[in-house]
């Protein structure tokens, strides 16, 4: 297995992967995403490219350092390039993710949680961790496919939520503090509940609340 990006460094501290971070190209071709994840000067990279056809390249070797996640955290938690695996899936940003991607990327996902010990609950997108200054994988990803498959989570609505309720149910979830109450509200529904809009309401708690006792989906 080749690892063509030179865009790496070793993981800071001796920290090991406990999250795998889900972006998506934002760029018109998988191959010009390819060709920017591997050049020196840009300095960026992942672990893993899917392309739309499924073809699936290890870009840097998970025991290191890709550099995908930029500025944010996660639980509290900074340094996410330290302590993730990047995957990065080529799309535009302006259509679904066709089905040879996802069952590539469902395969993937099996493969790196069982090598690191990684559960559903560390499965997030680049705008969980980055609200406000990302939005990849956005709204057209399925998140919802992945929890039912064990490899992301997806709440239980909690009846009797309310507004009120939705922002510290977010925190807890693991949404950054040190950003406006307005971008942990759209990173949110980006995640869960897509094209919704307005002031957070009592839907959007139910689903943060049920987050503390995800759904469990029979396989």
Same mark, same amino acid.
């Given at each position: ?6 865009? =790496?460094?070793? @993981?800071? &501290?001796?920290?090991? $992967?406990? =999250?795998?971070?889900? !972006? ?8 010009? +995403?390819?060709? @920017? ?9 992942? !672990? ?30 900074? *340094? ?14 302006? !259509? $679904? /993710?066709?089905? $040879? ?8 996902? @099996? ?14 997108? !680049?705008?969980?961790?980055?609200? &406000? ?8 990803? *399925? ?11 997806? $709440? ?6 309310? +507004?009120?309720? =939705? ?5 807890? =979830? ?8 307005? *971008?942990?509200?759209? +990173?949110?529904?980006?995640? /869960? ?7 957070? *309401? ?14 469990? /989906?029979?396989?």
């Amino acid at each position: 297995m080749s690892f063509p990006s030179p865009n =790496f460094t070793e @993981r800071r &501290g001796g920290l090991r $992967p406990e =999250f795998i971070v889900i !972006h998506y190209t934002g760029m018109a071709s998988c191959a010009a +995403a390819r060709e @920017r994840l591997c050049l020196p000067e840009a300095e960026v990279s992942a !672990h893993w490219l899917i392309s739309e056809s499924g073809a699936t390249e290890a870009l840097v070797a998970e025991e290191m350092r890709a550099w995908h996640a930029g500025a944010g955290s996660w639980r509290g938690l900074s *340094d996410m390039n330290s302590r993730s695996i990047g995957i990065e899936l080529a799309n535009p940003a302006t !259509h $679904p /993710f066709p089905e $040879p991607q996802m069952a590539a990327l469902e395969d993937l996902l @099996r493969g790196i949680m069982t090598r690191w010990q990684i559960g559903p609950e560390g499965v997030i997108g !680049h705008s969980d961790m980055a609200p &406000g200054r990302k939005i990849d994988p956005g709204p057209r990803f *399925d998140w919802l496919r992945l929890a039912r498959q064990g490899l992301a989570l997806w $709440p239980t609505p909690v009846a009797g939520a309310s +507004a009120a309720d =939705f922002d510290a149910a977010a925190l807890a =979830f693991g949404y950054p503090a040190d950003v406006p109450a307005e *971008d942990r509200l759209a +990173a949110f529904r980006l995640r /869960f509940r897509p094209w919704a809009t307005g002031p957070a *309401d009592e839907t959007d708690a139910a689903l943060a609340l049920g987050l503390q006792r995800p759904a469990s /989906f029979s396989t």
